[in-house]
């Protein structure tokens, strides 16, 4: 079962003609709103653009820099040139405000996949597959909740929601690493072992007076000259920046990277030189889950305020697809984490214009990261022995 | 269970030193034993949480059993059942009156199982080809979309071929959903956990799509409401047991059993199941001995979406005729089979087993099945699912049953693990 984990994948070779997809794509968004096409909706260039950059970072984070890079670049110019042209047609100055909010919405709900998507990343760099992400989050939203209503303090449910997300990977870990149970079984049991604790705990703690109101919230960053858009996010998103230059420097630039990324590609060459191979998986399988949690903390406290059954909704399954598409890299997950919070975001920001329809923005994740794992674009080249338990000899 | 200490002999460097330890212990427990083990452990758990939760877990379970209706088994009597197609009764030892409480909450346990049946066999038949079918799921929202399409169209067909065309369709829709990621995986090598989760994910999007309000499959008179059109009634399963207006067991539990023997058969009986077999063993082998793998994946995918598809179509042609945006986003028959066909052990017998545990379980937690005076069934609803997913955590590892099995005999075994 899970020695099959990606067994049968192997090194695509490189296509630089998705980075130039990428740009044709973010021509086009500029493009259709042109004359004679003259596309008047403004999400049609908006779409447009965001493929353009989800290419560019499918190229970015496979080695093809600078394609890449011009296609994410080509990309925002593209929204930002058919956001302009479609608002010079219906000359609405309102949409400045519009689209400007939807920026910060987007950093939103990008934040909660950011933590989960590093966390995972850290998980898979090390060889363990973590498909219980959201089991994770969902443990750190209640968590989080449940601490921060009981000790008054965001910070005592960051705290709370980290030791809970904590002791859920700890047991994803006992089972994938020393009872090296199939990864996937022991994933999917996380996840539902998450939705039943939370409910339970939820309803036999707050049953009758339902979700605590009102939380003590997490501090806004007040940055006056940024802007209102960046000057008061919260301290939570500054974090989540903060988290993934410190995952990239940590896994590409220091000893711990080094062995961490050892024992995920060949577990029993770091252990022939000393590296404990269930040390730094541990180590790295418990971090995933303190992420996830804290991931899924802002979401429940600092985003809606509250918490509800199952709140996390597949966050954690598109925090894996963040991890896949930006090819177990942090700034390719970021970048990633930020397309598909820009795809919830526009889901709901587009329900008024749009309709029902609009809740297709949120199956957006999911079908880009089943192209690219087709290899259509550009595939993911995941950690050797990820998913494959390791017997120390 | 460090390891550290004492190093274990290995398969490598010491395969006598306990094969026959592991034969012995397969042949002996591992059958039916592990996942009893298994099952008693988690409930034992679940308990534990009862009762510290401050509620007696023995009145609980015995509520959830009673909720089942599985306290119908023991109330024997003189009785009449009717003889089908004849106006005859004949003499019968339980009493069938779905007016009773507990024949009424067995007919649900099977409403609750014949689906469940279904969706282990979808995540069985593809592990029996090495395969991790975790998408059973969208497979089974795909099969409802299907049907409660085409049971509430074509109006004035007449009934048995309505019901057909929307049971085929169904079927073909899971086959074709789970198709692609068994084609992924056997021309680009894409793994099927990750493209079965993307498409569990995209079938439910699609579904809140197709059904919320303005939707395209949208109720056409209610409007407001987010939910599809009713499957009319000639396209719906007959019943067999229990008054249609309270919702009787329909005929799916049929399609449901007969599908088990399909399953048995066609591995064990037909070439297409010893290729699948062969692949599922060892794909290197098989190829070499000339079976095709990628077909294989492919063809186990599809026959693992048929019976997917199955479910989702009984559900809705059997007693909900109705799918609705809530419907898709709770629903969770899909991933309940991943525990069926791991405590079933991939097997037709076991997964008819597992199954009826679960309907049983899941069925027994529900608002209308449970004692509220006893346990509320908001919180019985999520004991179930926590035991159900203690259930899959210790059933995948089955090597801390082996630690503790073996634990006098203080050895390290390491059990169903290829060596790379």
């Known amino acids: ?393 | 269970m460090s390891e550290a200490a004492t190093p274990p002999p290995t398969l490598e460097s010491d395969p006598e030193a306990y094969a026959p330890a592991l034969s012995g212990f397969y042949q002996r427990a591992g059958g039916i034993v592990t996942p009893l083990i298994t099952a008693v452990f988690a409930f034992l758990m679940g308990g534990l949480v009862v009762a510290v939760t401050g509620h007696n877990p023995i009145d609980v379970y015995k509520a959830i059993f009673n909720g089942a209706g599985l306290n119908w088994f023991f109330h024997f009597g003189s009785y009449h059942i009717d003889v089908p197609f004849t106006n005859h009764h004949v003499w019968f030892w339980w009493d069938t009156d779905t007016n009773k409480t507990a024949a009424f909450n067995i007919t649900q346990t099977l409403i609750t199982t014949a689906p469940l049946i279904l969706t282990g066999l979808a995540v069985a038949f593809a592990f029996r080809c090495g395969l991790f079918n975790i998408g059973g799921q969208g497979q089974y929202l795909v099969g409802a979309i299907v049907s409660v399409y085409v049971g509430s169209r074509f109006v004035e067909m007449a009934h048995i071929p309505h019901v057909l065309l929307a049971i085929v369709l169904a079927a073909f829709a899971g086959a074709c959903w789970a198709a692609i990621a068994g084609f992924l995986k056997a021309t680009v090598g894409a793994h099927e956990v990750i493209t079965t989760i993307m498409l569990n994910w995209i079938a439910y999007w699609a579904g809140s799509y197709l059904f919320g309000r303005g939707g395209p499959l949208q109720n056409h008179v209610q409007v407001a409401v987010p939910i599809s059109d009713d499957v009319v009634p000639g396209a719906r399963l007959a019943a067999i047991w229990g008054n249609p207006a309270l919702q009787a067991l329909h005929s799916g539990i049929f399609i449901a059993i007969s599908a088990l023997i399909a399953f048995y058969i066609i591995l064990n009986r037909t070439t297409l199941g010893y290729q699948v077999r062969a692949v599922g063993f060892n794909p290197e082998a098989a190829r070499y001995g000339g079976i095709s793998v990628g077909r294989n994946f492919v063809i186990a995918m599809a026959i693992s979406g048929v019976f997917a598809g199955l479910a989702g179509a009984i559900d809705i042609l059997g007693w909900q005729f109705r799918l609705g945006v809530l419907d898709v986003q709770v629903s969770n028959i899909g991933f309940i089979g991943i525990a069926v066909a791991l405590l079933g052990r991939n097997t037709a017998v076991g997964v008819g087993l597992a199954a009826l545990l679960f309907g049983s379980l899941f069925n027994g937690v529900s608002s209308r099945s449970i004692d509220a005076s006893i346990f509320p069934a908001t919180l019985a609803g999520n004991l179930a699912l926590t035991i159900q997913a203690l259930i899959l955590l210790f059933i995948g590892a089955d090597l801390l049953i082996v630690y503790v099995w073996q634990a006098r005999k203080k050895l390290k075994l390491r059990p169903a693990q290829e060596t790379e």
Not at chain 1, 56 to 72: D, K, L, M, Y
Not at chain 1, 146 to 162: E, H, K, M, P, Y
Not at chain 1, 255 to 271: F, M, N
Not at chain 1, 313 to 331: C, K, M, Y
Request: charged share 10%; hydrophobic share 55%.
């Open chain 1, 1 to 393: 079962m899970s020695t099959f984990y990606y067994a049968a994948v192997e090194r695509w070779p490189r296509q630089t003609w998705v980075g130039r997809v990428g740009v044709a794509l973010g021509l086009c968004a500029f493009l259709v709103t042109l004359p004679p096409f003259r596309v008047n909706a403004p999400w049609v260039p908006v779409l447009i653009g965001l493929l353009a950059f989800a290419a560019g970072i499918a190229a970015v984070s496979r080695g093809q820099t600078r394609p890449g890079w011009t296609a994410i670049g080509f990309g925002i110019v593209g929204i930002a040139l058919g956001l302009l042209a479609t608002r010079a047609s219906s000359s609405n100055l309102d949409q400045v405000v519009v689209w400007g909010a939807l920026l910060s919405s987007t950093l939103q709900w990008a934040t909660p996949l950011t933590f989960a998507a590093i966390g995972g990343l850290f998980c898979e760099r090390s060889g363990v597959t973590n498909i219980g992400l959201e089991g994770m989050m969902l443990a750190g939203a209640f968590f989080g909740v449940l601490g921060a209503d009981s000790t008054g303090t965001w910070w005592g449910g960051l705290v709370i929601a980290a030791i809970a997300g904590g002791a859920f990977a700890a047991v994803h870990a006992v089972m994938a690493i020393h009872l090296r149970a199939d990864q996937i079984v022991s994933g999917t049991a996380i996840n539902f072992l998450a939705v039943g604790v939370t409910g339970y705990f939820f309803i036999s703690h707050y049953g009758d007076r339902g979700s605590p109101g009102s939380l003590p919230r997490i501090p806004d960053v007040n940055i006056g000259f940024l802007g209102n858009v960046f000057g008061s996010l919260s301290l939570m998103i500054w974090l989540s920046f903060l988290l993934v230059i410190l995952a990239h420097f940590t896994i590409f630039r220091t000893p711990i990277g080094l062995r961490l990324r050892s024992v995920g590609e060949h577990p029993r060459a770091a252990d022939t030189v000393g590296i404990s191979v269930y040390g730094i998986r541990y180590a790295a399988v418990i971090l995933s889950g303190i992420l996830a949690a804290l991931g899924g903390a802002y979401l429940s406290v600092v985003f809606v305020g509250s918490f509800n059954e199952n709140m996390t909704n597949g966050r954690g399954f598109i925090a894996l697809a963040a991890v896949i598409f930006g090819n177990w890299r942090p700034f390719g997950a970021f970048a990633a984490a930020l397309l598909f919070g820009a795809s919830t975001a526009l889901s709901f920001r587009l329900a008024q214009s749009w309709g029902n329809a609009s809740v297709l923005f949120q199956a957006l994740p999911y079908v880009l990261v089943l192209i690219a794992v087709a290899g259509v674009i550009a595939r993911p080249t995941p950690p050797a022995s990820a998913g494959r338990p390791y017997v120390k000899q």
